[in-house]
């Protein structure tokens, strides 16, 4: 399995902005949807979005909506972090799926070291 490598994590003050990558290629055959997730200290790792392989659905949770945009290019997957909060605080993840309904629950692929996103207030 392909360990994801994601980067672009620091530390921001509130309302700060962060662009954070992670490389998705080869794709993986069953793979339809490329996703971030974070674990937050002491707590589980959570979806947080998502977009299609073709580029034409995406998916967030209900807290970042607005402030966080999902894109993807042909070699890496993006995740645009605006107006950041405190409790946006976590490591991030990347990681592939079967499709954009299914990969909040579901992934293919290892789990990278991800990246740390600390915001102060």
């Known amino acids: 399995q392909v360990q994801r490598v994601e980067s672009g994590g620091g530390l921001v003050q509130a309302g700060g902005s962060l662009r954070l990558s992670c490389p998705v290629s080869p794709r993986t055959a069953s793979a339809d949807a490329v996703g971030w997730f974070r674990q937050a200290p002491g707590k589980e790792r959570k979806f947080v979005a998502a977009?299609?392989?073709?580029?034409?659905t995406t998916n967030y949770i209900d807290s970042v909506k607005g402030r966080f945009t999902i894109s993807r290019d042909q070699n890496t997957v993006y995740l645009q972090m605006n107006s950041l909060k405190p409790e946006d605080t976590a490591v991030y993840y990347c990681n592939i799926g079967p499709s954009i309904a299914t990969i909040p629950h579901r992934v293919f692929g290892s789990w990278g070291q991800g990246t740390q996103v600390t915001v102060s207030s």
């Open positions: 977009i299609s392989w073709s580029r034409r």
